[in-house]
């Protein structure tokens, strides 16, 4: 039991490491999200997609090449915590527009919970880029390797 509580103790003190966990949860996922878009193993998706954007066809190209990238590339980035901040933010469009545009019209609670999944996924990008970048990151080791002003405390870092 007294080990128990000292895991606790020690996860209280140390919620930056839950927030990378989640980090990198979401970038492995957006990750795999923009790998299954360029292999086009989701065709139906975006078959789906390109249909919905109506008959421009440049618009959809390139907001399927921005949501490919965005996912793939910013997935990646926010995994390993390069460029935190800006990796979630290029994410959050992609996610809006899944909320309010795409699965809008399936409801709460469809067999497919796309809704939901992609509202949470929206909270915890929004989450990661105010939050920024913890200890089990790039950024984050480079800031640990930063020079502090001088009477700044250490708990800033």
Do not use: C
């Amino acid at each position: 039991m007294h080990k128990l509580r000292q895991w606790f103790d020690w996860a209280e003190a140390h919620p930056k490491v839950w927030l990378d966990l989640i980090r990198i949860f979401l970038g492995l996922a957006l990750f795999v999200r923009g790998l299954l878009l360029i292999t086009n193993a989701r065709t139906e998706f975006v078959s789906e997609l390109l249909a919905r954007t109506g008959p421009s066809w440049l618009l959809s190209a390139a907001l399927l090449h921005y949501v490919t990238l965005a996912h793939f590339v910013g997935g990646a980035m926010l995994a390993f915590g390069i460029l935190t901040r800006i990796a979630a933010a290029v994410q959050l469009p992609v996610l809006i527009g899944a909320v309010f545009l795409v699965h809008r019209g399936e409801g709460l609670m469809a067999a497919s919970q796309s809704l939901e999944l992609s509202a949470l996924v929206l909270v915890l990008l929004a989450v990661v880029t105010v939050a920024g970048p913890g200890p089990i990151s790039v950024d984050g080791e480079s800031r640990a390797h930063a020079h502090l002003p001088p009477g700044l405390p250490t708990e800033l870092h």
